[in-house]
C-alpha cells in the first residue's frame, strides 16, 4: 500500500512538472524568448528545477541549470539579506539616521533613516547612473549635491540612489566591499557557484567597454521589427546592489531553500525584512526592505523582479513556496513566476463572489469588449480620452493577460464617481483586477492592472 501511495505521488509531480515544461515552452514561443530556467521550492525541497532553449543564439549555446542570466534588478533580495543581516548582529541600525553613517550629510538628510533607502522612500531624486563614478563613496558624493525630490518618507519612489547609499553603509560598517560580503555570508555557504558580478567598466574614450568574466553567461536580447538583437545592460560598479548580479536557476533554488530553512536569517528578522514600509501618510508602500510586498492568489508574496522580466522570483511565507524564472528577453513582463505558481497555489475563495449590483451593466460589456481586444494588442484607441495611452497599454498588457485563459466574467467590486474596480476572472481560476476612470464623456481616463 505504501509503495502504491508513494508511486501516485510521483505521477501526479511528474504530471505537474510536465505542465510547468508545457506553460514556460508555450510562453517562450508567444513572447520570443530565446531561453528560460526555473526553479521551484516547496515545503524545504527543490521540486522543480529545468532550463529550455538557447542561452546564445550566436554560438548555439543551449540553457542549463548552470546558465549565469543577468538577474538585474533582483539582485536586490540578496542585498536586502545582507542587510538584514548586519541589522540582527547590531552592525547596522535600520531606524538610524543615515548622517550616523554619513556624516557629512546635508540637513535635508537628518530625517532619512537606513529603512527608508531600502524602502525607496528616502525622498531622494530618480536619475541616470554615471557610468564614471568609481565607487559607492563617489556616489554618495554625488546624491548629496542633489536637492531631494520628496520628504523622507512621503512616497516610495523606485530608481533613486538609495541602493548606492546602502552600498556605501554597508561596506563602511564591515570594511569588505559587497561583492566580498555577499559571497561571505550568502552564496558560498549556500553552495552557490554560478552567482557574481562582472565588474563592468567603460572607458574613457566611451567607446570601449570591458567586464570581469561570468562563466556560463547568457546573452541578453530584444526584439526589434522581428529579429532578436543582443542587448546589454551596463550595472556601473556602484550601482551593483541594486541589479549587477548574474545567477543560475539552479543558484536561485539554493537562496530559496536558504530563505525556506531559515538559513540566512532566523524567522523573525525575515518577518521584520518583509514588513511593509509605512508611508507618512500611514499607508502601507509596496516596498518592504528591498524587497516588494504584494499578494497573489489571496496569499502574502514577496519577492522582486529585474529586467523587468530578466529574473521573475517569488516567495510565499505560508505556504513555503518560492519559484524562481529566468530568462533572456528584456521585452517582457515578470508574469512566468505567477504562471508556475498557479499549479501550487488552489484558486482563491473570493473567486465565488459576486461583487455588487451594477447599476451601467452597458459600461461593463464595452469594457470587457476593450479588455478581449486589449489581451491582443489591438484596443482601440477611440475609447480612451488620450488616445496616446493605447499604444502603451497595447505593448504590455498582452504579456499577462495573454498568459492567462481568456476572459470569462467581469464582476464589480466597487463604484465612486467617475470610478469602478473589477474583477477580471479568466478561466475558473485566475483573476486580475482592474481599476478604471472614467472622463465626463465616458472615455476611459486610467485603466490599471493589479494581480490579487
Not at 459600461?363 to 484607441?381: E, I, M, V
Request: net charge neutral.
Amino acid at each position: 500500500m505504501r509503495a502504491a501511495i508513494l508511486a501516485c505521488l510521483l505521477l501526479a509531480s511528474a504530471a505537474r512538472a510536465d505542465e510547468i515544461d508545457d506553460f514556460l515552452q508555450r510562453e517562450m514561443a508567444r513572447n520570443h524568448i530565446p531561453g528560460a530556467a526555473v526553479a521551484v521550492v516547496k515545503d524545504g525541497k527543490l521540486v522543480k528545477l529545468a532550463a529550455y532553449g538557447m542561452a546564445d543564439l550566436e554560438n548555439n549555446v543551449p540553457v542549463s541549470v548552470q546558465s549565469a542570466f543577468q538577474i538585474a534588478s533582483s539582485t536586490k533580495l540578496f542585498s536586502s539579506t545582507l542587510l538584514m543581516q548586519l541589522a540582527g548582529e547590531g552592525k547596522v541600525d535600520l531606524d538610524a539616521p543615515v548622517s550616523r553613517y554619513v556624516p557629512e550629510a546635508p540637513e535635508s538628510w537628518r530625517a532619512i533613516t537606513v529603512r527608508q533607502l531600502a524602502a525607496h522612500a528616502s525622498g531622494m531624486p530618480p536619475g541616470p547612473p554615471d557610468a564614471d563614478l568609481p565607487d559607492a563613496a563617489a556616489a554618495v558624493k554625488a546624491a548629496l549635491a542633489k536637492p531631494l525630490a520628496k520628504a523622507p518618507g512621503e512616497v516610495a519612489a523606485y530608481g533613486s540612489d538609495d541602493f548606492s547609499v546602502l552600498t556605501y553603509i554597508m561596506e563602511k560598517v564591515t570594511g569588505k566591499t559587497l561583492p566580498e560580503l555577499i559571497a561571505e555570508r550568502i552564496t558560498r555557504p549556500l553552495g552557490m557557484t554560478a552567482t557574481r558580478f562582472d565588474k563592468v567598466s567603460i572607458g574613457k574614450d566611451r567607446i570601449v567597454v570591458s567586464s570581469g568574466i561570468v562563466p556560463g553567461r547568457v546573452q541578453t536580447y530584444q526584439l526589434v521589427q522581428g529579429e532578436q538583437q543582443s542587448y546589454r545592460f551596463l550595472y556601473p560598479w556602484y550601482t551593483i546592489s541594486a541589479g549587477g548580479m548574474f545567477s543560475s536557476a539552479q543558484d536561485m533554488g539554493a537562496f530559496l531553500l536558504g530563505i525556506s530553512s531559515n538559513t540566512l536569517l532566523p524567522q523573525p528578522l525575515q518577518e521584520k525584512m518583509w514588513a511593509p514600509y509605512q508611508l507618512n501618510s500611514g499607508k502601507p508602500a509596496s516596498f518592504a526592505l528591498g524587497w516588494t510586498v504584494s499578494t497573489y492568489r489571496g496569499e502574502r508574496q514577496v519577492g522582486h523582479s529585474g529586467g523587468p522580466a530578466l529574473a521573475d522570483v517569488v516567495w510565499y511565507p505560508a505556504k513555503k513556496l518560492g519559484i524562481a524564472v529566468l530568462t533572456n528577453q528584456r521585452r517582457m513582463s515578470p508574469v512566468l513566476a505567477h504562471g508556475v505558481a498557479n499549479f501550487y497555489l488552489p484558486a482563491p475563495a473570493f473567486l465565488k463572489d459576486s461583487g455588487i449590483a451594477d447599476s451601467q451593466p452597458a459600461r461593463t460589456a464595452a469594457l470587457k469588449t476593450l479588455l478581449l481586444a486589449l489581451a491582443s494588442g489591438k484596443a482601440d484607441s477611440a475609447q480612451f480620452s488620450n488616445p496616446a495611452m493605447a499604444k502603451e497599454l497595447n505593448e504590455w498588457y498582452p504579456y499577462q493577460l495573454g498568459a492567462m485563459p481568456p476572459l470569462g466574467r467581469l464582476v464589480l467590486l466597487s463604484e465612486t464617481e467617475g470610478k469602478r474596480v473589477y474583477r477580471a476572472v479568466h478561466g475558473e481560476t485566475q483573476s486580475v483586477r482592474w481599476t478604471v476612470a472614467y472622463s465626463p464623456d465616458g472615455k476611459i481616463s486610467e485603466l490599471e492592472l493589479a494581480d490579487e
